[in-house]
């Protein structure tokens, strides 16, 4: 067994027993000496591996749903831990609307999912977008079998939903421009996970396997806009490496909003060790060059601004995908002010495997839960404090 795939196992198997007491923890507010929690409250449950969150008109909460994978099912590698293992693919994915009031509608259904027989840990919707129409971006991550492929049409896509019906138009393939360009020059693997869109309906795609940053304009044409470093960390005991020897990690860029200043700004989730506080945010200057803005974060999976300019940073797992904890993974949302402080805002246990934030115009905070499991997946709404 490859070393690296073994801690990469290691770090699902951690995120997949996690999320199987979410459910749990969402509902009963608590916290453990030294965590920082607000009150909230559970806007919308009964997920499908719920990723990252727009705002759209009314109040309304937009949530990409990966899915939960479906029936037909074949053996292949595991895109989270490059494991012979059994996958499954179904029209499963989709993007609810959460209003106002509180009541929870699927506006879109049928996207493809890929996920495990028991539908954790699923590829499908990472994203979605309300600036211009409804935008959903369908990831794509690790090899596909063949046998699958007539399932899940439109995996590693950005799609657009046609104006009042359940259904989308094709408008660019991150996968195809992965395929013709590789912009990092290493393994041809394309995952697009984070999606900015304008009002005049311009995009920026953050791509996980291509560690990118992709601008796509209005007809669909795709461009490289920047490439993102990777680094070096201290090896796992395990991989069996002498003390003190260092192994490379790749970025895995995860999120892409813009900033007051017009720039936009990129969260690195870190690939394999995962290591802990090496998590930056770049912000990518007006020639596509990447360079420092935060960091000391560890396994970011988004951020978002706020209205009075701040920056909000989410962290999938605080302690690592690594570390064994003796309960379930948990993030924390971290918040940087204008004048460039940071703050750490939340860090309860409720924020089990979280996915996504988003702020609204009055500093409410949105948060999705649980977000590699089918049916336990939630929405927690943190009010302005």
């Not at 896509?157 to 013709?180: K, P, S, W, Y």
Request: glycine share 16%; proline share 8%; charged share 15%.
């Amino acid at each position: 067994m490859d070393r690296n795939h073994r801690g990469r196992r290691r770090a699902a198997a951690a995120l997949t027993a996690g999320a199987l007491v979410a459910g749990v923890l969402a509902l009963t507010p608590g916290s453990p000496a030294g965590a920082t929690t607000l009150p909230y409250r559970v806007i919308a449950s009964g997920l499908d591996n719920p990723r990252h969150l727009a705002l759209g008109r009314f109040g309304g909460v937009y949530v990409a749903e990966a899915g939960r994978g479906g029936d037909h099912c074949v053996e292949g590698t595991d895109p989270e831990t490059g494991e012979p293992t059994e996958l499954c693919a179904g029209a499963t994915g989709a993007v609810t609307r959460i209003s106002g009031g509180g009541i929870a509608h699927r506006v879109l259904t049928g996207l493809p999912s890929l996920a495990g027989p028991d539908g954790s840990s699923a590829t499908g919707p990472h994203d979605v977008t309300t600036k211009e129409g409804i935008h959903v971006l369908v990831g794509r991550g690790g090899n596909v079998p063949e046998a699958l492929l007539g399932d899940l049409q439109g995996l590693g896509t950005l799609q657009r939903r046609v104006t009042g019906i359940d259904e989308t138009t094709f408008v660019a393939d991150l996968q195809a421009f992965e395929d013709a360009n590789n912009p990092d020059g290493g393994i041809l693997e394309s995952n697009p996970y984070g999606l900015w869109t304008s009002p005049r309906g311009d995009h920026y795609v953050a791509d996980a396997g291509g560690n990118s940053l992709l601008a796509v304009d209005r007809q669909g044409g795709i461009s490289l806009r920047s490439v993102f470093p990777g680094g070096e960390a201290l090896a796992p005991p395990f991989l069996g490496l002498p003390p003190g020897a260092r192994i490379p990690f790749e970025p895995v860029p995860t999120s892409v909003d813009v900033g007051p200043d017009g720039l936009a700004y990129v969260s690195q989730l870190t690939g394999f060790p995962f290591p802990l506080d090496q998590a930056k945010v770049f912000r990518v200057g007006r020639f596509g060059v990447p360079s420092w803005y935060a960091g000391g974060f560890t396994n970011v999976v988004d951020l978002a601004f706020g209205p009075d300019g701040s920056l909000y940073v989410l962290e999938l797992a605080s302690q690592g995908l690594l570390t064994e904890t003796e309960g379930p993974p948990v993030g924390a949302l971290y918040r940087i002010l204008p004048d460039g402080r940071t703050k750490q805002l939340l860090s309860g246990p409720e924020l089990v495997a979280p996915g996504g934030v988003a702020v609204n115009g009055q500093g409410d905070v949105f948060v999705t839960i649980n977000s590699i499991l089918p049916g336990a997946g939630a929405v927690l709404k943190y009010q302005h404090q």
